[in-house]
């Protein structure tokens, strides 16, 4: 996303939207979610909507993972949130990762010997 973040001008027209809507927000979604449940756990203290918003995201996690507990019983929309939920935090941590210089050397193939 870095290297072709002037595909993000507007004068690009649709290849701009398809790249902000592909590639920008699977960069930001897992940072969006996190500011979204922190935003909702501050406004909790003054709100009950926002304490019953916070209450469902944290609800909504924790069953994604509590799926895998149920094995091979575990049901297909559980499944998908626990899909949805590991795409995200792999795609944080390869975020991180990215910008805490992991992959500063170029990948290459293991030759088998």
Same mark, same amino acid.
């Given at each position: 996303?870095?290297?072709?973040?002037?595909?993000?001008?507007?004068?690009?027209?649709?290849?701009?939207?398809?790249?902000?809507?592909g590639k920008a927000l699977r960069v930001a979604a897992p940072f969006?979610?996190? *500011? #979204?449940?922190?935003?909702?756990?501050? +406004? $909790?203290?003054?709100?009950? @909507?926002? !304490?019953?918003?916070? %209450?469902?995201?944290?609800?909504?996690?924790?069953?994604?993972?509590?799926?895998?507990? *149920? #094995?091979?019983?575990?049901?297909?929309? +559980? $499944?998908?949130?626990?899909? @949805?939920? !590991?795409?995200?935090? %792999?795609?944080?941590?390869?975020?991180?990762?990215?910008?805490?210089?992991?992959?500063?050397?170029?990948?290459?193939r293991d030759v088998l010997a």
């Amino acid at each position: 996303m870095i290297r072709l973040a002037w595909l993000l001008n507007p004068k690009f027209g649709g290849v701009a939207l398809a790249f902000a809507s592909g590639k920008a927000l699977r960069v930001a979604a897992p940072f969006l979610i996190v *500011l #979204g449940l922190l935003g909702s756990l501050i +406004l $909790a203290a003054g709100s009950a @909507v926002f !304490a019953t918003l916070a %209450a469902m995201q944290i609800a909504g996690l924790l069953s994604a993972e509590a799926g895998a507990l *149920l #094995g091979s019983a575990e049901p297909r929309g +559980l $499944a998908l949130a626990r899909y @949805v939920v !590991a795409g995200h935090i %792999a795609s944080a941590t390869g975020v991180v990762r990215y910008f805490s210089g992991a992959y500063a050397k170029p990948w290459r193939r293991d030759v088998l010997a």
